[in-house]
């Protein structure tokens, strides 16, 4: 089972850019109503840290939390203009669409082939994400047919699961695959999604190094490192992969 953004598709800048502008232009609101100099979102640690693979109000609410504020949880629904932790997470939605129709869609090639490698072999394949977008982008760049389940933002929202590092989506994936979580691989490039894989108790946890993290994704628990999918190619030299 694998993530979708920075394993699949190259959509992880994306929703990174999409955040770093709502949260500059909340931190200016903030500093300017209380006459104080925020801390500016950083593209690199920030968006590691509190929100790549995180359910966007649990990424909101984390990295408020790093700079002093807080916000209501707010409702699933809530407009972008309602300052809630749901309401900023929706804003950045808006942010993202836009940039997404600009830019438009980019696969990872070792992945895509990685995918279509194991569907011949008549493996079980599940896609696991917090993105509420999931849908859409696997259909965009034709992949939707690959997986036999897609928990993507909608069904945890649904189901009120918890987001990554807690396991749950990736346990609900397994039991619709109907695999124990021992005998199934989890494929991650956030140490969100790595910390998810390994409380989970999966077989194995291949960590896709996309950001200069290897360390940090050996130290949350990735048994294996690789900088791409394609590594584990049986045609391709292995010497990029690091077993933990």
């Not at 599940?126 to 965009?140: M, Q, R």
């Not at 997986?147 to 189901?159: A, P, Q």
Request: aromatic share 6%.
């Amino acid at each position: 089972m694998s993530d979708l953004d920075g394993v699949i598709t190259k959509t992880a800048r994306v929703h990174a850019a999409a955040w770093k502008r709502l949260f500059d232009e909340y931190l200016e609101q903030v500093g300017a109503h209380k006459n104080a100099t925020l801390k500016p979102f950083d593209l690199e640690e920030d968006y590691r840290w509190y929100l790549d693979g995180k359910p966007r109000q649990e990424g909101v609410r984390d990295f408020l939390k790093s700079r002093g504020l807080s916000l209501p949880l707010g409702d699933p629904g809530d407009s972008a203009e309602r300052e809630t932790l749901y309401g900023l997470g929706n804003k950045k939605d808006v942010y993202f669409d836009a940039d997404l129709r600009q830019t438009g869609v980019d696969v990872y090639p070792g992945t895509v082939e990685i995918l279509h490698l194991a569907k011949r072999a008549r493996l079980k394949l599940a896609v696991v994400s917090s993105s509420h977008h999931c849908e859409d982008i696997l259909e965009a760049v034709g992949l939707g047919a690959l997986f036999d389940v897609r928990i993507d933002g909608y069904e945890i929202d649904r189901l009120r699961l918890p987001g990554k590092p807690a396991p749950d989506s990736f346990l609900e994936a397994a039991k619709r695959l109907m695999v124990e979580p021992k005998r199934a691989i989890v494929i991650e490039d956030a140490l969100a999604g790595v910390q998810a894989g390994r409380a989970g108790g999966f077989g194995l946890v291949i960590g896709v190094n996309r950001r200069n993290q290897a360390d940090a994704l050996r130290s949350q628990g990735a048994d294996l490192v690789v900088s791409d999918l394609s590594a584990l190619l049986p045609s391709k030299n292995h010497s990029e992969s690091s077993p933990q």
